[in-house]
């Protein structure tokens, strides 16, 4: 169902006025975690000022440590609505259970089904129930077939709204978090009628590197570009090595603009 030899034409997602997959590039961009009204809302309000329109940030998060922070959960996703409808921005947020779906729908726009649990599926049919668009990330170790699988899963069961991000891969490469893959972009796009997105956060785990990866993104023809944004990455409680703080943000949003290769 997935495949661009059962439907030729791209998918578009429409949330908001915000078009996933429609032929202009976006930025999805906000906090590694949901840690607080105050933390999400700055920037949200830089958002709103910079004129973007989608933001991400994790209510339930999945930690390689038990002891690390886990996630405001609910409370997480009531702070992503006020501020979504605050600022008129698209939220998206990982769910990591079946059971939370429903109660998520009402909360966030986007459904993100995150790397560790790209073949956790019953997650993936339970969200092919869901009436809500899906980001599904690429698995750690996954391969490109296994990925279209997973988005098959979703579809299967009768949702049709699904979108891809290639968040990087595990490789015997230490210099970098994971290794981003970026030849996944033309040939999922190719495999696929889905938008396709590249993580540049969790693919290098290095803010050095956050540019020039997006611009490779943007470049070689995604929907769009994922990136971590935080007031205060030093006390972040998740990824603190690798998102921007909202000046470095906005200057990676100027660069982005002035290399003509992200219009905004
Ligand atoms: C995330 O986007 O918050 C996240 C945990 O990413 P991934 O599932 O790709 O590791
Ligand atoms: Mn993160």
Same mark, same amino acid.
Request: with cysteine; proline share 4%.
């Given at each position: 169902?997935?495949?661009?030899?059962?439907?030729?034409?791209?998918?578009?997602?429409?949330?908001?006025?915000?078009?996933?997959? %429609?032929?202009?590039?976006?930025?999805?961009?906000?906090?590694?975690?949901?840690?607080?009204?105050?933390?999400? #809302?700055?920037?949200?309000?830089?958002?709103?000022?910079?004129? !973007? #329109?989608?933001?991400?940030?994790?209510?339930?998060?999945?930690?390689?440590?038990?002891?690390?922070?886990?996630?405001?959960?609910?409370? %997480?996703?009531? *702070?992503?609505?006020?501020?979504? =409808?605050?600022?008129?921005?698209?939220?998206?947020?990982?769910?990591?259970?079946?059971?939370?779906?429903? @109660?998520?729908?009402?909360? *966030?726009?986007? *459904?993100?089904? %995150?790397? /560790?649990?790209?073949?956790?599926?019953?997650?993936?049919?339970?969200?092919? /129930?869901?009436?809500?668009?899906? @980001? !599904?990330?690429?698995?750690?170790?996954?391969?490109?077939?296994?990925?279209?699988?997973?988005?098959?899963?979703?579809?299967?069961?009768?949702?049709?709204?699904?979108? !891809?991000?290639? /968040? %990087?891969?595990?490789?015997?490469?230490?210099?970098?978090?994971?290794?981003? =893959?970026?030849?996944?972009?033309?040939?999922?796009?190719?495999?696929?009628?889905?938008?396709?997105?590249?993580?540049?956060?969790?693919?290098?785990?290095?803010?050095?590197? !956050?540019?020039?990866?997006?611009?490779?993104?943007?470049?070689?023809?995604?929907?769009?570009v994922m990136v971590e944004v935080h007031p205060d990455p030093d006390v972040a409680l998740s990824d603190a090595k690798q998102q921007l703080n909202i000046p470095q943000f906005n200057e990676f949003l100027d660069e982005l603009?002035?290399?003509?290769?992200?219009?905004?």
């Open positions: 169902l997935v495949s661009r030899k059962k439907k030729a034409e791209d998918t578009v997602i429409t949330v908001k006025g915000v078009e996933f997959g %429609g032929g202009s590039p976006i930025l999805i961009a906000g906090p590694c975690s949901v840690e607080s009204y105050e933390q999400v #809302r700055a920037v949200a309000e830089n958002h709103a000022k910079r004129g !973007l #329109r989608t933001l991400r940030g994790g209510a339930y998060k999945p930690r390689t440590s038990p002891y690390d922070f886990q996630g405001l959960g609910v409370e %997480g996703l009531k *702070i992503l609505k006020r501020i979504g =409808d605050e600022f008129n921005l698209v939220t998206i947020s990982e769910i990591v259970t079946p059971a939370d779906l429903e @109660l998520a729908a009402q909360y *966030i726009d986007v *459904i993100q089904i %995150g790397a /560790r649990n790209m073949q956790n599926f019953e997650l993936l049919k339970a969200a092919g /129930r869901v009436n809500k668009p899906i @980001l !599904l990330k690429r698995g750690l170790a996954a391969t490109i077939e296994e990925f279209i699988y997973a988005a098959e899963y979703i579809v299967s069961k009768g949702n049709t709204q699904v979108m !891809l991000c290639e /968040r %990087g891969i595990r490789t015997y490469e230490k210099a970098t978090r994971n290794t981003l =893959d970026i030849s996944a972009v033309p040939l999922l796009k190719q495999e696929t009628h889905l938008p396709v997105f590249v993580d540049v956060t969790h693919s290098t785990g290095r803010r050095d590197l !956050l540019l020039p990866c997006a611009k490779a993104g943007f470049a070689i023809g995604s929907d769009g603009l002035a290399s003509g290769l992200y219009k905004g």
